[in-house]
């Protein structure tokens, strides 16, 4: 099935757009029911852009068919969500997204060399824009000893001078860029640690045309680290981006920027504080829409204080 026939958005349209216009959309992880229905609830009340990201281990939790019995069963309004698959790393997988029908792929070979990198990416894009599928790829990785995702301990940022010569040659729709983000909960030791805005400038100097994402772009708002803590969780020391940082990262052609992790502590500090405080509640719905109602809160604050991509569609 192809994304148009869902009503899906072209990823490449939305974020082309975005550039132009010097906003970001957000990229937002979901798993379940709940989490697409706070990001789609967020989206109609922003007027707000949205890419509804799928990773890997996401894909295979909630299985193909519940996937796309999901995306097939809500309704969209024109040019504004795009399905997007979150860090592919391989060729098939990024294939298999294709196929089943989402917007855009990103396929992460930021770990691999260089050449390796370029040639599967290459592979990926000639086969997504068969189909007018969006593709995403990195260079440069991002640290996140946490993340689930990567696994990554080390930090290398991305090679201002390498930049051009891949996107030429990967024919790449956007580009991810390693500059001092990290994925999980835990980024920062002090809140006054910087981007490393001097590499971001330096690249969109050699690809002002190119779309820029970037990754682990987190805040962590700290009243859901205050409130996990407080209702039976143990998160100390959790810290984020600042988000006068992603806004300037924005000012600077980042298009896309993504968001997991203050998601699922929007959705946890809600359900924690709900079982805390009502200790007889037993029934999922109630705690479930608790969760669902203070992550569409935190995407709403999310895209008018950091993406500005509301009332953009
Ligand atoms: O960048 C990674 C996202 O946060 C997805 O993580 O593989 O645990 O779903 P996940
Ligand atoms: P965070 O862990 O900062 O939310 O990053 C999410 C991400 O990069 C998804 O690809
Ligand atoms: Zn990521």
Known sequence: MHYSNFGLANTKTLLNRALRGGYAVPAFNFYNMETLDAILKAAEITQSPVILA??????????????????CGAKYKKNQIALHLD?????????????????????????????????????????????????????????????????????????????????NKTQTDSLAVAIGTSHGAYKRKSAKESLRFDILKEITTEIPRTPLVLHGASSVPQKYVKDINQFGGDIKNALGIAPAQIRKAISLHITKVNVDSDSRLAFTAAIRETLAKNKKVFDPREYLTAAKEEMTQNCINEIQNIMGSGYKI
């Not at 295979?60 to 999901?70: E, S, V």
Request: some cysteine.
């Open 87 to 167: 860090h592919g790393h391989s060729f098939e997988i990024c294939k298999t997204a294709i196929d089943l029908g989402f917007s855009s792929v990103m396929f992460d070979g930021s770990a691999l060399p260089t050449k390796e990198n370029i040639k599967i990416s290459r592979r990926t894009a000639d086969y997504a824009h068969k189909f007018d599928v969006s593709v995403e790829t990195e260079i440069g990785t991002l640290s996140g000893i946490e993340d689930e995702n990567t696994k990554s301990a080390s930090h290398s940022y991305t090679d201002p001078k390498i930049v051009k010569d891949f996107v």
């Open 54 to 71: 799928v990773s890997e281990s996401a894909l295979k939790y909630m299985g193909k068919d519940i996937l796309m019995g999901l995306i």
